[in-house]
Nanobody, 124 residues
């Protein structure tokens, strides 16, 4: 089983940038598909981005494509989410999650482990 801890959230002005990190413990990290999701107040949790175990495949929600970049460093057991050109509507708690396969990565049901989340607030 993999345990996940997010960090890097905070308050930023619109147009600014943040980089989230998700540190994993457990020997299965390097073989895991990793996903990022977010949940805004009063809304359902939604898919943001995902990356395959090798980093060779990535996919993004339409709302963040071209602004966010997901990457990973398997030697450091860490996955990152670089967020640029942030907008107030990006305000949410961001979660990372781990899955055993590269499948329907936009579906929360694929993932078996979740972090506790990190708050991102974008002011206008």
């Amino acid at each position: 089983q993999v345990q996940l801890v997010e960090s890097g959230g905070g308050l930023v002005q619109a147009g600014g940038s943040l980089r989230l990190s998700c540190a994993a413990s457990g020997r299965t990290f390097s073989g895991s598909t990793m996903g990022w999701f977010r949940q805004a107040p009063g809304k359902e949790r939604e898919f943001v981005a995902a990356i395959s175990w090798s980093g060779g495949s990535t996919t993004y929600a339409t709302s963040v494509k071209g602004r966010f970049t997901v990457s990973r460093d398997n030697a450091k057991n860490t996955v990152y989410l670089q967020m640029n050109s942030l907008k107030p509507e990006d305000t949410a708690v961001y979660y990372c999650a781990a899955a055993n396969i590269w499948g329907a990565v936009y579906s929360q049901n694929l993932y078996h482990a979740w972090g506790q989340g990190t708050q991102v607030t974008v002011s206008s």
